[in-house]
């Protein structure tokens, strides 16, 4: 989405777990990745990094949030992060 594609290198990004308010991760962008979908991302980035084990279980796992058809109209952001600080 427009969003994600306003991330750049060197950008903070801020996750609060919804679960425990007072776990925040601060993290810093390294790494932009651009595909026109998914498959092609898997080929262009670590897939150990994406916290899945293999490309399929990570295809099954995104295309039902971001269906193929969305994916091949918005193309897809890989966005590897470096923890920063935890709290």
Do not use: W
């Given at each position: ?26 993290t ?37 949030i ?22």
């Amino acid at each position: 989405n427009d969003k994600r594609k306003k991330i750049k290198v060197g950008d903070i990004i801020v996750f609060h777990n919804v679960d425990s308010a007072e776990t925040i991760l601060e993290t810093k962008v390294v790494q932009l990745y651009f595909a026109a979908d998914f498959q092609e991302l898997s080929k262009i980035t670590n897939i150990t990094q994406t916290g899945f084990n293999d490309t399929a279980t990570m295809l099954q796992t995104l295309e039902k949030i971001y269906p193929l058809s969305q994916q091949k109209k918005d193309q897809v952001v890989g966005i590897e992060i470096q923890l920063m600080k935890k709290t």
